[in-house]
């Protein structure tokens, strides 16, 4: 059990840091409400149709703005 426990200790920790880079990523996108849309879909875990609903927007917007979010994203900055 002592081994299990620190079996899922590691692989806590180790969601633990994904995250903190997932946030680290987004909060380089250029725009807060680039940032606020990708923290939405990819923090928050919501729907497409969640989102449009919350930023008050069209799908086919949410998409644009998504894909913009994500063009906007400085890679470099995190990924080294």
């Known amino acids: ?5 620190r079996e899922i200790d590691v692989d806590i920790d180790k969601l633990v840091d994904i ?3 997932i946030i680290e990523l987004i909060n380089t996108a250029e725009k807060i409400e680039f940032r ?3 923290k ?7 729907s497409w149709f969640e989102i449009s609903i ?3 927007c069209k799908m086919s917007e949410v998409h644009i703005i998504h ?14």
């Open 19 to 21: 995250k903190q880079g």
């Open 40 to 46: 939405l879909r990819y923090l928050d875990y919501k």
């Open 67 to 80: 894909l913009k979010a994500l063009q906007s994203i400085r890679y470099d900055m995190v990924l080294t």
């Open 36 to 38: 606020n849309l990708l």
């Open 1 to 5: 059990i002592i081994d299990l426990e």
């Open 54 to 56: 919350i930023i008050n």
